[in-house]
């Protein structure tokens, strides 16, 4: 009896298993397709939407790439990407260190780090009109001004985050790399 239910919750496992796969792949295998195909093979009746290209042919790919500027656009987004994070690890890891060891002996520390963060709390959408107009009165409205404002957006949780994992770390660990090299007295040896 207990076998039987297994296999029938199984089946029905199994079942919307195969469903969930044909709601990802069923659209993904339409892009393909569509993508390959001449605009003239393109029908209103679906064996013909479902049915392979005649030829597989690129011109599609080229033409959207020409018509976006996709090589400038990639350009753009890996510049921008690339300066973000850079910074981002740069400056926020310097804060983050900071403020996670002066915290527990500073106030001022304590209270800078809950300013930081309670940025989190502000959604953008509520900061995208005045940081986009204040970037334009700066005259920054262009690639330095877009990882600016990405600096400043992931700074809270970047703090947070820093911060919460150096808390962790004994402030000894650090302590004994500041410890000067000396040379062992003639007859002892180094310890191993």
């Known amino acids: 009896m207990n076998n039987k239910k297994g296999k029938i919750v199984n089946r029905i496992i199994n079942g919307l298993l195969v469903l969930g796969c044909l709601t990802v792949l069923f659209p993904l295998y339409m892009t ?101 107009k204040q970037t334009a009165q700066m005259g920054i409205a262009n690639r330095f001004g877009v990882i600016v404002l990405y600096l400043v957006f992931f700074m809270p949780m970047n703090i947070m985050l820093y911060t919460g994992y150096l808390k962790n770390i004994p402030t000894a660990l650090e302590e004994v790399s500041d410890i000067p090299d000396q040379p062992y007295p003639a007859g002892q040896s180094q310890p191993h």
């Open 32 to 132: 393909v397709i569509i993508a390959f195909k001449q605009p003239s093979e393109m029908t209103n009746d679906v064996a013909g939407a479902l049915a392979f290209p005649s030829s597989w042919n690129f011109d599609n790919f080229r033409e959207a790439m020409e018509v976006t500027d996709f090589w400038n656009s990639l350009g753009n987004s890996v510049l921008i990407t690339g300066g973000t994070v850079v910074l981002c690890i740069l400056i926020h890891s310097f804060a983050g260190y900071v403020i996670g060891r002066k915290m527990a002996e500073k106030k001022a520390f304590k209270a800078a780090y809950f300013y930081v963060v309670s940025g989190m709390f502000v959604p953008f959408a509520v900061l995208m009109m005045p940081l986009v």
